[in-house]
């Protein structure tokens, strides 16, 4: 039984184990797994990127033709004595497997690792029917055990503690554990499995691979436990997702050149495994599930999830799947992909709750072994869940105002008053405003609201004088100020202005901007997106000027997400290309057209600094990501190194507002791995996660200041104006 | 071009970061005597590899596993070994010959040095080519383990906890 979403979000969050758990499992995972990687390139003498992709490409040929791929398989497999049927929904699977036991008189099952069999909940459904499963791989036994289910695609057992394990296992098998001898429980499933290889009239597996040349499987284990239990009974059940089709032993190869060094950091697992056919004098009967895959392949956004292999990769570096676990960030398939195929295996309802929770930040698309383009996959979902009515009610009111200037300016006038009120309070430190605030929001404060905004600043102080004259020298630059950027960091707003106008440009800061729509978008909300968008457009449009922008995600806003709101209306398209043709990142414009020279901003009495790349732009290798590049290069001075700076801040748009614990989790790996650097001041690129590092860090007192790297860079230009 | 001798070491080396162990020997009789040397009970020998050796204990016909499952030393035969992966390929169409290099404890798998394969490509193509052979055929790479519990690597889970690829020159 699965519980409902926000049970399990509570529980999760409640335990004070699974974090710290998780956090080491996923740090030591990437480590082992880069190493492989890079191994594994300097062999072939190919990138992973060429790799992945050769392989996705088989992967998508075959499931464009996938029906004479079954075919072919069928004809080989029944061939050499094995039972291909096709089925299309779970009950049918379950009522299969349950037809050939009871016609075998077979009540015993013994079961090696199989997420199809997960997926069509086959265990309850037997045990409903008289027939008990037993799964034997021994993280799956334990979680048997203790009536729960996988909690990783790899790792199933992953969230239990070795205190856990002992108590349940003590139980089952009438004796007691010592939680601290791990290998004395591990060696207590050779002897608690064994009887029941023995009785049992069926083994069940899944397949990693099934190769229609041969009409084979291929299966890839590491305890053994699959090889006894397709050896032992009389009866072998094979379940397996149409998707697993490959054409060749080629292929295989190729396949296993991906799966364990992304699953579990090996170069190959203990045992890879080819069966062909049924075995002498007994019976192999090879499931084929459809349950919504063929409905996967039709929609042109969500294809290519098909060729996913089940490594886990993606859960391995998500930042959310590290604070709540598998068990609340997917359904029964967990990680990026569980956000995408739930609702074509099981319902919409099971697949809208963790959709909240994906930050979007990019991760699981950089490790996919096959390349799914998960995150634009992730938002499609999302916009699936939020257009049946899925979305909280909250978050359609807030967009819907976000959406609305009169609405948003007066919150934000509104909210500057009260800020100079708590500023004549003396309840301002650091910027931030020091309210009691319940424990669940505390972890961030709130940014008192100054009472002038960007562009204000701009229009009130003469122009910079040109330090160095750029390429874009002598041209004027419309400064697309953000809204939040605006409102919130006006200083760094004006900032980004001052930079620009040292390359010899002048900035014109267009009149009524808004959101470009990126959090609607995020939200899967469609329609207030494209609202939002369509003004920023209309706003943008009455010059034909280059634009500058200090925030990053807006760039990729224009230029990713527009496209896809318009593709059905030719002309709005037109016009959002043409300014996401025009729009730079800041950073990149400082690099580029309006190019400072090396060293012109060296100062005396450089402090140390580190830079957090807004994880969005850098997982997709945006030049602009690179702004410890760009700030060493103009100040002449060195970045401190800092531990993982691709991993997302926790700022996440909306989620940190929807599950502040994931906020709060994500943002205090990071602060770690901000105070472990040693830093004076960490610089970042992104409005919204310039706000938020910096509410952490004045929340827990942390002794770093947070600053774009406009902010920094502008401090350090000459002050003769 | 690799030679036969490179190809050894780079097979010994990738078999060790599987943690298994690979020993060197001239011929059967070796092979049986270090077999012998390692535990007082007697190796239980698969068919497959009865064949070459003439000598051990054959899985019981009547109650095969129990004279099996949890002996201290098992041996079996590997069709090829993988220099680049430290894998051994077993065909094992018998059940019985999988019971022997599943159950018993220490596994020895003999290998002849001829038939090492530089990459699992080698080995792949091998099998697509043995229609036959890819009826129940496994690439072995060292001991069985499991991370299950806390992610603590465990070696010997529900197969051998010791792999010796016995390769004979
Ligand atoms: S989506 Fe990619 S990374 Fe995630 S499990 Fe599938 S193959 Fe692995």
Redesign the pocket.
Known sequence: MITDFKQRYEHAVADPDLRPRLLAFQRSWRESRDAQVSRLEQRTERSFDELRRDFASVKDATLERIDDYIAEFRANAEATGAVVIELSTAEDAVEYIAGVCKARGIDLVVKSKSMVSEEIELNDELAERGITAIETDLGEWLLQLAEQRPSH?VMPAIHQKRQYVAEILGEELGREFDPDDIPAMVASARQGLRRHYLAAGAGLTGANALVAETGSIMVVTNEGNMRLATSLPDVHFVTAGIEKLIPTWSDAERQLQLLPR?ATAQTLSTYTTCITGAQPGKEMHIILLDNGRREMREDSAIGA?L?????????NVCPPYQIVGGHTFGHIYT???GLVNTSFHHDIEDAAGPQGLCVSCGA?ET????A?P?PRQILSIRRKATESGHAPRWERWLLRAWSMPQVFRAVMKLGSVASSVARALGLVRRDHIRLPLPRRLSWRSIPAIPAQTGSRLIAKRTPQPTLAPSPAAGSTVDLFAQCLADRLMPVTVDASALLIEAGGASVNVPSDQQCCGLPAFDAGDWETARRMARATIAVLSRTDHQIVTPATSCVISMRDHWPQLFRDEPETLARADAIADRVHDLAAWLDGPGRLPDGCLEREGASSWTAHRFCQSSNRGEPGARIALLVERLTGETAAPLEEPEVCCGFGGLTSIAAPEVGEGILDRKLDCVAASGCETLLTNNPGCALHLRAGAVARGAAHDTLHYADYLAARLPDDS | MITASDRGTQFAEALHAAQGEIAWFDSWDELWDFADSLSDDVPVVSPAAHQFLQRGDLPDAIEPLRSIADRAVGITVATLGVAETGSLLLVERAPIDRAVSLLTRHLIVAVGEDDLVDELTDGFRWLAEQPRAAAYATFVTGPSRTADIERSLTIGVQGPSRLTAAVLT
């Open positions: 695609l992304s999830a060729r996913c292999i089940r490594c886990g990769a993606c859960a990680g990026a992909i699981c490790v996919c072994p096959v799914i998960l």
